[in-house]
């Protein structure tokens, strides 16, 4: 069976700071997929990124970053200088190497305040 | 990446009736899976909908209860029947492009159901 676990529940930081989004997750498959989506209070949910188990290289992409670690079965999501926009709940799933749907962690709801 | 639509996007149910949701996709895509966001709570996967055949359903969830339609590749249809006010949730289509199990999942914009 599968598991993500993202422990915290709430986060809130003030603007321009930086903030950790911790994901842990559980699989036995060898090959599997893991992503994060972000969902604002709009209700959209908005893809971010997509993360193979073959490839632990870390990833920036503006004020965002990610940290894949193999070792320890996480998949952490950073976003320097934090800014009000970035409100919103943050997902992260997981998907085995067969052909099936994500399994998504309990999100973390994240307030920006200004 | 495709354009999802889907329809209604919202309504207000009484309890013991059924309610059709449908997904359209912009493209032809192989996998279409159906998504339930109940109140402040993260997705579950429904089922996966099969084009030609039956779905696939995740533990928990049944065809009487969901029955899901996919007659091609660009449209689906999701079911809630006899609802009850525990059926009250988001629920989303997803879709995934390619036969590679590591392309992006990109998800429609949902339906809200409020059943009282």
């Known amino acids: 069976a599968q598991k993500v676990t993202q422990a915290q529940t709430e986060i809130s930081v003030v603007e321009k700071e930086d903030v950790t989004l911790d994901c842990v997750y559980e699989t036995r498959d060898t090959t599997y997929y893991l992503f994060w989506y972000k969902q604002p209070p709009s209700g959209e949910l908005v893809f971010l990124i997509r993360?193979?188990?073959?490839?632990?290289q870390n990833e920036i992409s503006g004020r965002y970053s990610w940290n894949f670690q193999k070792s320890t079965s996480s998949f952490n999501f950073t976003i320097t200088a934090s800014q009000v926009v970035d409100s919103a709940v943050y997902f992260c799933?997981?998907?085995?190497?067969?052909?099936?749907?994500?399994?998504f962690g309990k999100g973390t709801h994240l307030i920006i305040q200004p | 990446s495709a354009v999802i639509s889907q329809k209604p996007s919202r309504d207000i149910c009484q309890r013991g009736t059924s309610l059709t949701i449908q997904c359209q996709v912009d493209?032809?895509?192989?996998?279409m899976f159906w998504y339930r966001q109940q109140p402040g709570q993260s997705l579950t996967l429904i089922a996966t909908?099969?084009?030609?055949?039956?779905?696939?359903?995740e533990s928990g969830f049944v065809i009487d209860k969901f029955p899901i339609s996919r007659p091609n590749l660009t449209f689906s249809t999701l079911t809630v029947s006899n609802m009850s006010p525990e059926d009250s949730s988001i629920y989303l289509c997803?879709?995934?492009?390619?036969?590679?199990?590591?392309?992006?999942?990109?998800f429609g914009p949902g339906t809200r159901l409020t059943v009282l």
């Open positions: 909908a099969n084009q030609g055949s039956e779905a696939t359903y």
């Open positions: 799933a997981l998907r085995g190497g067969g052909a099936d749907g994500l399994t």
């Open positions: 993360r193979n188990s073959f490839d632990e």
């Open positions: 997803s879709v995934e492009e390619g036969r590679q199990s590591y392309n992006e999942q990109f």
């Open positions: 493209s032809q895509v192989t996998m």
